[in-house]
């Protein structure tokens, strides 16, 4: 099966910051990447796919990028909305993979 | 407007079987893979798997494999989770979503106890 390794696992962060978590791919996964926000007490909602791609919806201030076998979803400049957990999740091959997730909340 | 709603949760005994629905709406039922994800109580989300168009290709995470069913009715627009030999691990929110991950379900609540 595919690992993929999520840090941090946690992240305090102030409003306004830039914050990036990041996603590390046991194996190639091309750019079958997505990463989901998850509010307490709701559903995973998709932000980004393909790696890159912001879902429908989505603020401008998220975005996704790659490097070799590393995958990241930055947000450049912190909302309150924003806190959340995060988590990766590779759709290369089944069986799909999420990271371990990420808190992200106000310092 | 794309609508799933999950039933079927509550409370069984450990040992016991249950089935769980996904009642899918808004959007061609038909044209997508399905898949179930769940997440135990304080923890990350864990994939269970998911079914094509035509249920012709089931894919499961290979833990699960022998314990649950994934199974689709195109004709009522449901999917199915079938889970027999529960265990307390299998407590947990269970997660139906459009193509495998897409869009979700709002859950529903699984908690095997005596």
């Known amino acids: 099966d595919i690992q993929m390794t999520q840090s941090p696992s946690s992240l305090p962060a102030s409003l306004g910051d830039r914050v990036t978590i990041t996603c590390r791919a046991s194996q190639d996964i091309g750019n079958y990447l997505r990463w989901f926000q998850q509010k307490p007490g709701k559903s995973p909602r998709l932000m980004i796919y393909g790696a890159t791609n912001l879902a429908a919806g989505v603020p401008s201030r998220f975005s996704g990028s790659r490097s070799g076998s590393d995958y990241s979803l930055t947000i450049s400049s912190l909302e309150s909305e924003d806190m959340a957990d995060y988590y990766c999740l590779q759709s290369k091959e089944s069986p799909f993979t999420f990271g371990s997730g990420t808190k992200l909340e106000i310092k | 407007e794309v609508k799933l709603v999950e039933s079927g949760g509550g409370l069984v005994q450990p040992g016991r079987s249950l089935k769980l629905s996904c009642a899918a709406s808004?959007?061609?039922?038909?044209?997508?893979?399905m898949g179930w994800v769940r997440q135990a109580p304080g923890k990350g989300l864990e994939w269970i798997g998911e079914i094509n168009k035509d249920s012709s290709t089931i894919n499961y995470t290979p833990s699960l494999k022998d314990k649950f069913t994934i199974s689709r009715d195109n004709a009522q627009n449901t999917l199915y989770l079938q889970m027999s030999k529960l265990g307390s691990e299998d407590t947990a929110i269970y997660y139906c979503a459009k193509g495998g991950t897409t869009i979700w379900g709002q859950g529903v609540m699984v908690t095997v106890s005596s």
């Open positions: 808004g959007f061609n039922f038909n044209d997508y893979w």
